[in-house]
């Protein structure tokens, strides 16, 4: 049997130490996420941020966000990465797109925070 590595992506492995040595425990359990197999990370639609999500919340998702569906409220998101047609979305209806490389700076306030995970 052979034995699990992990991401072979350098910058995902970095990503990982970083969140798990961060106090706030969304960012542990972000890293948690990160570790499982890419083939295993969630893809979340837009439909489903807009679905659950209200005005000015900021959504993690530690995976990648796809653009089926609509958004008809602003959202900040923060992802793994992002479909070209997703940011277009996020961006048109007043959202935020950051990657999870930059959110640990710019996401302060964790009132309206919602992981996201398919």
């Known amino acids: 049997m052979v034995a699990r590595t992990g991401s072979t992506n350098i910058m995902v492995?970095?990503?990982?130490?970083l969140l798990s040595k961060q106090k706030k425990p969304l960012?542990?359990?972000v890293a948690e996420e990160l570790q499982k197999p890419s083939r295993q990370r969630p893809y979340i639609n837009i439909y489903k941020i807009n679905k659950y999500t209200k005005p000015n919340d900021v959504v993690v998702v530690p995976g990648k966000v796809l653009g089926i569906g609509n958004l008809d409220h602003p959202v900040t998101v923060v992802a793994l990465s992002f479909s070209k047609s997703a940011k277009e979305k996020i961006e048109k209806s007043g959202g935020k797109v950051i990657s999870l490389y930059k959110a640990l700076e710019e996401v302060k306030d964790f009132?309206?925070?919602r992981l996201m995970k398919g």
């Open 111 to 113: 009132k309206n925070v």
């Open 13 to 17: 492995r970095k990503l990982i130490d």
């Open 27 to 29: 960012w542990k359990r």
